[in-house]
């Protein structure tokens, strides 16, 4: 979820898996892309531009997604994509039907192309509103405009999304951040 520990986990398990003999690539979210690059918040507020966004971020993203994959898989060594987010993250953005729509668009058959036809395991790691809402912040990512109510809903929409996946983690905010960490790294190691 948004202000979760999402960065500093990827930082985490990118250290751990490099000293354990892989090559790591991390794909960046496509939605941060196009922020971070001059779309603003307003534009969800033009009729129909939030499954539109969706749809370009699902298109930006499939195609990291893709490129990072082909990269690894050229360098034929033991390697290990890392996402920053997933495609089925974009449900908890638009409304069930706008995210109906996507899917036709996108010719997605079925919801499990996106969860277990793309990644391994899927580490969900909870908002910082959730629980830790002392620690929840804005400053430390230009992207997230998320009030702490709001990082809740989509934290609980975001988890929803990809429930069914068979190696689905939700690394809540039960131990402090560290603990977070650690637990998220041990799960890696049990894959």
């Known amino acids: 979820g948004p202000c979760g520990g999402k960065t500093t986990a990827l930082a985490w398990l990118s250290s751990y898996l490099r000293e354990h003999g892989f ?11 196009l922020a971070s690059n001059g779309m603003l918040l307003s534009y969800y507020k033009t009729e129909g531009m939030p499954g539109v966004i969706q749809n370009t971020v699902m298109d930006i993203q499939m195609n990291l997604e893709d490129g990072f994959e082909q990269v690894k898989l050229a360098r034929g060594k ?20 706008e995210w109906k729509d996507l899917l ?7 919801v499990c192309e996106l969860q277990e036809g793309r990644y391994n395991a899927v580490f969900h790691v909870v908002t910082a509103a959730e629980g830790s809402a002392q620690y929840y912040t804005l400053t430390n990512n ?3 405009v998320e009030t702490p109510e709001l990082a809740r809903e989509l934290n609980g929409k975001t988890c929803k999304a990809w429930v069914g996946h068979p190696n689905l983690r939700v690394f809540d905010t039960s131990t402090n951040f560290e603990g977070k960490l650690r637990r998220l790294v041990e799960a890696t190691a049990k894959l």
């Open 104 to 110: 036709v668009k996108q010719k997605v058959l079925n």
């Open 23 to 33: 090559e790591v690539l991390t794909c960046p979210e496509a939605h941060t892309i």
């Open 78 to 97: 033991p390697a290990v994509l890392l996402c920053d987010r997933g495609l089925m993250d974009g449900s908890a953005y638009i409304t069930r039907s």
């Open 142 to 144: 230009e992207a997230r």
